[in-house]
């Protein structure tokens, strides 16, 4: 792992809980031992994350049409739909128990076989909170692709499946990601930032969720390329205020 340029927003004192791991068993849904939980298993209304060969990614999903959305492109302005399409029922897994507040997540993205026809997304989650038909939280992500359909995000989730609010979005070729990458996600107070190879790539400031869980997340329908992206290492660290 490269060094962090997110180094600069942590703080001089041990986080108050931390979690790394390569992803060493082959687990469906991912547990190593109930420190995981899951989208399907756990939230009922979404989807779980897989490990197996020393990487972790999406189950495939439940939904059958693509996502569609204004911001993408393949759906017009002008569109009578156009509200984002899909249920976004995005692979989820948070790590359970009590967290720190701040956190700083960081991973290595695993990408083969990269496609524009799909949106392969790899996201690290901060402040999330799930039970059963609930999760929120916020999901710092980009797009596995380096060209200019590439972007990175940062989204919102508000309670029940299909509610998300976006907060901050770039697109090109440099926000974009491909295998081998370095992505970290912070957030301090309500600065959320969003990192690749060590440069800052998005921020934003929100207020409405203060606390929760960090986990890791993919997009939801790729159809059968959600084996072709994830994560071979994920850390995390958490500290309070």
Known sequence: ????????????????RSYRTDFPLNENPISEGGAWLNGRKDAIDWIDVVSADGYAY???????????????SNLAPEDDAAAPVGDYDDPTAILAGAWGRNQHGRARVYSKNPTDEYFQEVQIRLRHNMRANFCDGYE??????????????????????GDWTSLARQEGIEYGVQHGDIVEATIFGNRIAGYINGVEAISVVDDVV??????????????????????????VDTWDD
């Open 58 to 72: 999406g189950e495939v999903s439940r939904m059958t049409v693509a996502e569609r959305r204004v911001e993408q």
């Open 210 to 235: 203060t606390g929760g869980a960090p986990g890791i997340g993919f997009n939801f329908y790729v159809s059968t390329t959600n084996v072709d992206h994830g994560f071979s290492h994920f850390e």
């Open 1 to 16: 792992m490269t060094a962090s340029a997110s180094a600069a927003v942590i703080p001089d004192r041990p986080p108050v």
């Open 140 to 161: 710092v992500f980009c797009r596995c692709l380096k060209s200019d359909e590439a972007y990175a995000e940062i989204v919102r989730w508000n309670g029940v499946i």
